[in-house]
């Protein structure tokens, strides 16, 4: 016995340490590789966060544009005193914070009228971008300008939305054009934690900086036309890649998109140095602790012979955790079928009835996808909570029989004792009201197969266990969150949570 062979208990501690060293190696690669997905994660939805800011806000001042040229149209609208002629043409929109002026433009590029100044100062921006391309290409739509410095009021760096005004026989009749200043760019980016080192900046689909953080005023406007980076950013609407940064050349990891149906391409990137920094002190930790752990069980193995009353309680325990799920805490499958074979041949013996109740998680996968695998298992449990209130008798036997899967052996139990009993566990776990978005019930749901002995001379337990399963096939078949019960003929069984208990034994669809 090993207990008699000393140095072989120090081997086997050796190769002990040696295990949770290559264990804790392989976690530490994990949790490096998790650390990643986190912070590309939240890279992510910032990028949505701020495309969806974007847009909204584009769209809002687009729709400004419209509404102006749609005025513009009405010859009564011209004939208005200015005072009032500037409030039809011009919405409040114009006040908010970031935006600047509203502009219309003749076929010249001269000023003719200007949402904040009812006189307008004149003068012409016929070598605008905004005002050449409008005019040069009558399809342009919405066009979103280069960065400049605004003549006409003051503010800091500025990008102009412009679109096209036309003559009823559709010649080029000026330009409508709005301001925002690029300020609005920077405050959002501001708001958001991308580690000490990382960057995002927002660019129009040609290269031209319109913003970036860290700030560098000199950036805006620059282009970055010819960069690795940019070349790789034109190829597919979004996308991520490790990469170098031609303006610092900072090593990162960058996530890019071009902002829905507009000009516009938002990159951000978190250097790689800060994304591993927490998961380093933590490898750190852990590595130091392992290596204590190895060296204790080293030295503690010369005792292990003296442990050996200690061992037989542990083996206590783990004949103990071989009968139970360690999930839900209840039976495990092994467990549920030496205990369903006992019943089954007293069942036999006595000819009383003996009843299977199977459970599935109503679109479990859907759940586990998009709430996690904790909030899956934290369902798991709750499922099973709802089943152990339920398993109160002493015969009676709850087990977690797959995956998602449970069941409930009920002995001296007949057919509507058990529709009744699955009904009433089916509705207590609707109760428990988790949400469940990919769930056509918007809640956490099993659905329930019922078969019993006393409907049905079963040769064999395999054959009553499938009688269970085609009844929650039929259940699953039938929209889910219901029970359906096994019958040799038709499946009969409770159509609907809302039906009364009173109406279990009639089919439904």
């Known amino acids: 016995m090993v207990t008699r062979r000393p140095t072989s208990v120090i081997a086997i501690s050796l190769v002990l340490a040696a295990a949770i060293l290559a264990i804790t190696i392989v976690v530490l690669v994990e949790m490096r590789e998790d650390a990643l997905r986190r912070e590309q994660e939240a890279a992510n939805n910032i990028a949505l966060l701020v495309d969806r800011d974007t847009s909204r806000n584009l769209e809002v001042y687009d729709l400004s544009l419209q509404a102006v040229i749609e005025a513009l149209a009405r010859p009564e609208v011209m004939k208005l005193p200015p005072d009032l002629r500037r409030m039809v043409l011009f919405d409040r929109s114009t006040t908010a914070k970031y935006i600047g002026s509203i502009l219309v433009l003749d076929e010249t590029g001269k000023l003719i009228l200007d949402s904040r100044d009812e006189t307008p100062l004149g003068g012409s921006f016929a070598y605008r971008d905004y005002f050449t391309v409008q005019r040069d290409s009558p399809n342009v739509g919405l066009y979103i ?44 980016f501001a708001g958001m934690k991308l580690g000490p080192n990382g960057s995002m900046a927002l660019m129009l689909a040609d290269g031209t900086m319109l913003m970036r953080r860290p700030l560098d005023p000199k950036l805006i406007g620059s282009s970055l036309k010819h960069t690795a980076n940019y070349e790789r950013f034109v190829l597919q609407p979004s996308g991520e890649f490790f990469g170098t940064a031609s303006i610092d050349n900072v090593p990162r990891w960058y996530n890019f998109r071009h902002i829905q149906s507009y000009p516009l391409i938002l990159d951000i990137a978190l250097a790689t140095g800060d994304i591993y920094t927490e998961w380093r002190r933590r490898a750190w930790i852990i590595g130091s602790i392992v290596a204590a752990l190895d060296l204790l069980i080293v030295a503690l193995a010369v005792r292990f012979s003296k442990e050996l009353t200690r061992r037989l309680k542990v083996e206590e325990e783990l004949r103990v955790l071989a009968r139970t799920d360690g999930l839900t805490g209840l039976d495990n499958r092994r467990t549920f079928e030496a205990h369903a074979d006992v019943a089954w041949r007293n069942a ?44 109160r008798r002493p015969l009676d036997c709850a087990a ?110």
């Open 145 to 188: 300008s280069h960065p400049f410095a605004p003549l006409l009021h003051e503010g800091g760096p500025t990008i102009a939305l412009s679109r096209r005004l036309t003559h009823a026989d559709g010649s080029f009749a000026g330009v409508v054009v709005g301001t925002m200043r690029l300020e609005y760019f920077h405050d959002l």
């Open 348 to 391: 036999q013996r006595t000819g009383r009835p003996l009843s299977l109740l199977l459970f599935d998680v109503d679109s479990f996968k859907g759940y586990n996808d998009f709430y996690g695998h904790s909030a899956g298992d934290d369902a798991l449990i709750s499922v099973a909570r709802s089943i152990a209130h339920y398993t």
């Open 400 to 509: 977690r029989y797959g995956g998602e899967e449970f069941a409930l052996l009920a002995p001296d139990t007949d057919e509507d004792g058990a529709m009744q009993l699955a009904e009433k566990i089916r509705a207590a776990v609707q109760t428990r009201s988790i949400h469940h978005v990919a769930s056509t019930h918007h809640v956490l749901t099993v659905s329930v197969g019922v078969a019993c002995t006393s409907m049905h001379p079963f040769g064999t337990w395999r054959a009553l266990v499938d009688a269970a399963d085609a009844a929650l096939y039929d259940a699953k078949d039938a929209g889910r969150n219901r029970v359906r019960c096994y019958q040799a003929n038709a499946a009969t069984s409770v159509p609907d949570p809302a039906v009364p208990l009173g109406q279990l034994g009639q089919p439904g669809r």
